[in-house]
């Protein structure tokens, strides 16, 4: 059975660090992994999606990797800034169909 | 816009009232999906359906009933609401075997039963 995992559960950094956020699965046996950020009250946004032959994906200030023989992700923000508060969750499929299976996810707090 | 959309956003009923929410993708994806976040804001799947056909009924009471008219179509019934359904449910879509592509979510419909 998938369970993921997301460490730390909360982060509260000042501005302008570089942050990472750690995902670790059970079974390596993954398609793809996908971060998504959900904010107060608001639908989940993807942010990127790394297929399991991949290492890394980029997208602006976020990088994610992929090892998938280890079970873990991590989601690396650079440069942290205050409209990245957020709840960011991890997600690995599961399954013939790949449902998706959440972490519990890391609730971020940039202060000015 | 190219998206998944929920309706309602939000719904307060009383306990034991009957309640539906839609769901809509023009993505062109097969798959559908509900999910249902809890007050500890943990996601878990409740069903899906790809290209109309009920593939995935997780462990959720038989109040709940979806109905997929056509695959761009996801509907969610709840019959004699209880407190404990209060919760933000989830519509998602996704293409089956493709595995570059992930999940696209709705905004979500937030249910509040009192």
């Known amino acids: 059975k998938q369970e993921v995992t997301q460490i730390p559960a909360a982060l509260s950094v000042p501005e302008g660090e570089n942050l990472v956020l750690n995902c670790s699965f059970t079974?390596?046996?993954?398609?793809?992994l996908q971060w998504f950020r959900q904010d107060p009250g608001k639908g989940l946004t993807s942010l990127l999606l790394i297929q399991s032959s991949q290492r890394e994906q980029t997208s602006g200030r976020l990088n994610a990797s992929l090892d998938k023989s280890s079970g873990r992700s991590t989601l690396y923000i650079a440069a942290s800034q205050p409209g990245d508060s957020a709840t960011y969750l991890c997600a690995v499929p599961s399954g013939g169909y790949n449902k998706l299976i959440f972490g519990a996810g890391t609730r971020l707090a940039v202060h000015p | 816009d190219t998206a998944v959309s929920q309706t309602p956003k939000y719904l307060v009923t009383q306990m034991g009232n009957d309640k539906s929410i839609k769901c809509e993708q023009n993505l062109g994806h097969d798959t559908m999906y509900w999910y249902k976040q809890d007050s500890k804001k943990f996601l878990k799947i409740m069903f899906s359906y790809n290209n109309k056909e009920l593939i995935i009924n997780e462990t959720v009471p038989n109040r709940f009933s979806p109905k997929s008219p056509d695959k761009a179509h996801l509907n969610l019934h709840i019959n004699s609401l209880e407190l404990g359904d209060s919760a933000v449910y989830f519509c998602?879509?996704?293409?089956?075997?493709?595995?570059?592509?992930?999940?696209?979510f709705g905004s979500g419909t937030r249910l509040t039963v009192v």
């Open positions: 079974d390596s046996a993954i398609y793809n």
């Open positions: 998602a879509s996704s293409h089956s075997g493709r595995n570059d592509y992930g999940y696209t």
